[in-house]
């Protein structure tokens, strides 16, 4: 079992910043993978960036989000630049045990024009 406790979201003017975070507790030793989804009003959940043996991220966010991790906290974060109204979503943290996935309550991130 892990649980998930995320962090940092918030109300930006589109070109902010913001710098998410995921509190891990539980069995974090066998996280497989670890990262971040979204989703918006009407759009399905989505894929933001993940750390497994690489780090992928979605196009849409290449260049302007960074995904970190400190294994000493059992926390990783979500840094995220140059923002645009359409980065508005719930932000979720997920992490894969064993074929298991784990979700945060999600976060909401606003982006004004």
């Known amino acids: 079992q892990v649980q998930l406790v995320e962090s940092g979201g918030g109300l930006v003017q589109a070109g902010g910043s913001l710098r998410l975070s995921c509190a891990a507790s539980?069995?974090?030793?066998?996280?497989?993978?670890m990262g971040w989804y979204r989703q918006a009003p009407g759009k399905q959940r989505e894929l933001v960036a993940t750390?497994?043996?690489?780090?992928t991220y979605a196009d849409s966010v290449k260049g302007r989000f960074t995904i970190s991790r400190d294994n000493a906290k059992n926390t990783w974060y979500l840094q995220m630049y140059r923002l645009e109204p359409e980065d508005t979503a719930v932000y979720y943290c997920?992490?894969?045990?064993?074929?298991?996935?784990?979700w945060g309550q999600g976060t909401q991130v606003t982006v004004s024009s």
């Open positions: 997920h992490a894969n045990v064993r074929y298991t996935n784990y």
């Open positions: 539980g069995s974090t030793a066998i996280i497989t993978e």
């Open positions: 750390i497994t043996t690489i780090f």
